[in-house]
């Protein structure tokens, strides 16, 4: 079988190393750093990774020109995905230091998390369980194989509140009950590393690329 | 629920596993990649390599086994033990680690913390503190592999290193590292009620009780190194423990 080429997307901001050694880790897939915008067109799936700030990764994004790539790309029905602060960039703006715009692909904002008691330490570091969320009709393609209840690795301080519920296909809870990752269309993200969460994180990472169009 | 993370710590000299009590009499405990991928296979939550010669025989921590580990195990790594600036970091964290833990090099010139962390994020740079009680509930931070007595009270350091841009704190005690007599509670409780960021207790664990004790004295993270080399204890074993007692753990 020829291996699916993903593209991902390297601005110059964070570590893409484990994303391109889980992906070939696979076997199914290519993992293809790229680092420049006009070479998107080329793939059918595409993973914007990321750590940091939401504000200085959106300004690596723009003084790149991946902003205006990644739009056109997605409008052009193909699939990515968004992992960690990858996830928060697809939406509209973030709370990070300040107020900062985000891509924009879907609605909703970018909040930190309230300490509501002593022993919750923040960052939300470590395993949690998720809530897989059916009534989204992309839902089972990006968790199929995954009981519920299953737990993934997160590191993050802040957490997306899509405006539109019904894009949410998991739920975690940490203080709050927020949205662990999103199936929209052709749009996938999770606040959690399907990179870093063993057996359970790969089998996200082979549907994604079972989904992707050779 | 967030879970109690269990951690192996792999202590790294030479590129091999080893671990001695109190940090001398070395034993050989195998091969890193191979001993991390079976405790990636036995259920850890994480894993510490520290290379534990790396600060006074001057060496730096091998960016080559954390390249062949990262290709291997999709859990975090995190890798400390003479990391010395910026330059360092970089290398290791390009090679596939998550986190990089900073020790010597963080107390004698702790902008290295403030840096790092607005490079690379607070969420990879894990501050590892030694801490040995000199009087009654007073704790000092050793450096070196615990040689050298830095002069700083352990608390004062690790609210230090929050304010600098920590995301993470390692705990080890020095009085109990290797003696298997549970962990330092005393010290543990002082530090996770002082500070906002999570902790990992390390340094004692013997008993299965030691952990649940780690978990109500507010650690985020429970570490331990023989007792899961010379398999005294399965990671499972402590999880199947924990779960008994309500403690939230993955399986």
Request: with cysteine; glycine share 8%.
């Amino acid at each position: 079988m020829r291996l699916k080429k993903i593209a991902i997307i390297d601005y110059g901001f964070g570590n893409i190393r484990s994303v391109v050694n889980a992906l070939n880790y696979c076997a199914t897939a290519e993992a293809v750093v790229i680092n420049s915008p006009v070479e998107m067109s080329r793939f059918n799936g595409a993973i914007l990774p990321g750590v940091g700030a939401f504000g200085p990764a959106m300004h690596f994004l723009k003084k790149k020109g991946f902003d205006e790539a990644i739009y056109n790309y997605v409008n052009t029905g193909k699939l990515i995905y968004g992992i960690c602060l990858g996830f928060q960039l697809f939406f509209e703006k973030s709370y990070e230091n300040g107020i900062h715009d985000g891509l924009r692909l879907i609605p909703g904002e970018v909040k930190k998390f309230e300490k509501k008691n002593k022993n919750m330490k923040i960052p939300h570091m470590g395993w949690n369980n998720i809530k897989i969320f059916q009534n989204n009709s992309y839902t089972k393609k990006m968790f199929k194989s995954i009981t519920n209840n299953e737990s993934f690795y997160f590191v993050h301080s802040y957490y997306v509140m899509p405006i539109n519920l019904l894009q949410t296909s998991s739920f975690c809870e940490f203080g709050v009950k927020f949205c662990s990752s999103i199936t929209y269309k052709n749009i996938w993200g999770s606040q959690f590393h399907p990179e870093k969460s063993g057996e359970k994180g790969l089998v996200i990472l082979k549907n994604f690329i079972k989904e992707v169009n050779a | 629920m967030l879970k109690l993370r269990v951690i192996p710590c792999l202590d790294i000299a030479q590129n091999r596993v080893v671990k001695g009590t109190n940090f001398i009499n070395l034993r050989d405990a195998g091969d890193p990649v191979m001993v991390a991928e079976q405790y990636n296979l036995y259920g850890a939550d994480e894993i510490i390599f520290l290379d534990i010669s790396a600060t006074y025989e001057n060496r730096y921590t091998t960016v080559d086994l954390v390249e062949k580990t990262a290709k291997k195990i999709f859990i975090p790594l995190t890798v400390g033990g003479g990391i010395k600036n910026i330059e360092d970091i970089r290398n290791i964290l390009n090679a596939g680690a998550d986190k990089v833990s900073l020790n010597s090099a963080a107390v004698y010139n702790s902008r290295i913390i403030k840096d790092a962390s607005n490079i690379f994020g607070k969420q990879c740079i894990v501050v590892a503190i030694d801490a040995k009680m000199i009087k009654n509930n007073k704790w000092n931070v050793f450096t070196h592999g615990g040689r050298i007595d830095s002069g700083i009270d352990a608390i004062t350091w690790a609210n230090k290193a929050v304010e600098l841009g920590a995301g993470e704190i390692l705990l080890t005690s020095m009085d109990k590292d290797g003696t298997k007599n549970g962990y330092d509670l005393d010290l543990l409780k002082k530090i996770s009620e002082n500070i906002p960021i999570p902790v990992i207790a390390s340094g004692g664990a013997g008993k299965l009780n030691d952990f649940s004790d780690a978990y109500y004295a507010g650690a985020s993270a429970v570490l331990a190194a023989s007792l899961f080399h010379y398999k005294e204890f399965t990671i499972k074993n402590v999880k199947q423990y924990l779960k008994s007692k309500d403690i939230p753990v993955r399986f």
